[in-house]
Every structure is written in structure tokens, then in C-alpha cells.
């Protein structure tokens, strides 16, 4: 079977989509014609974009649909504790039935890392960091051990560009 994904990317291109229903509605249709993955994107703080939580976007697609797998595309590590991470991973992941894929990035948007109160420029340490601690908690949870390696990917930024 071949397999065919695509991105929701949450700026505003289309004035037909205007809230989470309107993109979960259009991932129910894409599900329908045998896309077989969607990746969601996340900004806080980027004005043009919907989707601050590809976490709760992904709980709400995942509560609507049965075959398509939701790739949280990507978490920006710096954004989060990570123990609570995971926790909320673990839910996500018995709600996919097996249909999760997780992505990580340091994280793009500067306005983003001010909003948060931390050193954009000091993104990729803390990334590095966080990759660490979420890799070691992981393997203490008995829900998240057991996915496949494939099921999780990274977007490193390189060379890291800047926006704001």
C-alpha cells in the first residue's frame, strides 16, 4: 500500500479554514481518500498561524478519525518540561491506538522563545538537553518504551534560521 501524508501548516492560506474544525474536518475527508499520515505544525506566537498545540490538534483529529496517524511535526523541546511531556504523550498515544508519531525541534520563532522568558540564542543547548532527559523518561514509561524507533523523528535546524 503506498502511503501519502500531508502538512497541515497553520498559516492562513484559505479563508474556508478558519478553526480547528474546519482543519479536522478537512483531515476527516483526507483520511477518506487514503492519506495515510498528516503532520501538524505548532507557533505561539506567530499571528498568521492557528494551531499553538499540535498536542491538543492532534487529541481532537485523533478522536475523529481511525487510520490516519497524526505526527506532531515537531515539539520544540525548549517550549517544555519535559516530565509533563511525557505524561501527556502517554495519553496521546493510547488515544492513537498506535497512530502517533513525534517529532522534535529546537524551535524556530524568536518572538516564541521571548514569549516563554529563555535565550533564543541558547535554543540548541537546551535542546540537547531536553532530548537527553525526554530519552531517559521514556524509557520508564511503559506506554512510550514500547513505540517503534521509527515513530519518532527530528527536525534539526541547520544552519538555525531566525524568525520573529
Known amino acids: 500500500m503506498k502511503k ?5 501548516i497553520p498559516i492562513k492560506f484559505n479563508n474556508k479554514i478558519n478553526t480547528y474544525n474546519d482543519y479536522i474536518d478537512f483531515l476527516v475527508e483526507a ?42 511535526s515537531v515539539l520544540p ?37 521571548e514569549f516563554l522568558g529563555f535565550d533564543h540564542s541558547r535554543r540548541n543547548e537546551i535542546f540537547k538537553v531536553k532530548l537527553n532527559q525526554f530519552f ?3 524509557e520508564e514509561s511503559p506506554i512510550l518504551k514500547k513505540l517503534p524507533k521509527e515513530s519518532f523523528f527530528s527536525i534539526l535546524l541547520s544552519p538555525l534560521p531566525v524568525r520573529s
Open 77 to 113: 523541546l525548549p517550549h517544555y518540561d519535559i516530565k509533563l511531556l511525557v505524561k501527556q504523550l502517554e495519553d496521546l498515544e493510547k488515544m492513537s491506538n498506535g497512530r502517533l508519531n513525534i517529532g522534535f525541534s529546537q524551535g524556530a520563532l524568536k518572538s516564541d522563545a
Open 4 to 8: 501519502i501524508g500531508l502538512f497541515v
Open 136 to 138: 531517559q523518561l521514556i
Open 31 to 72: 483520511e477518506k481518500n487514503n492519506y495515510t499520515h498528516v503532520y501538524i505544525g505548532e507557533h505561539l506566537t506567530d499571528k498568521r498561524e492557528d494551531i499553538q498545540s499540535s498536542m491538543i490538534f492532534a487529541a481532537a483529529l485523533l478522536s475523529r478519525t481511525k487510520k490516519i496517524n497524526a505526527c506532531l
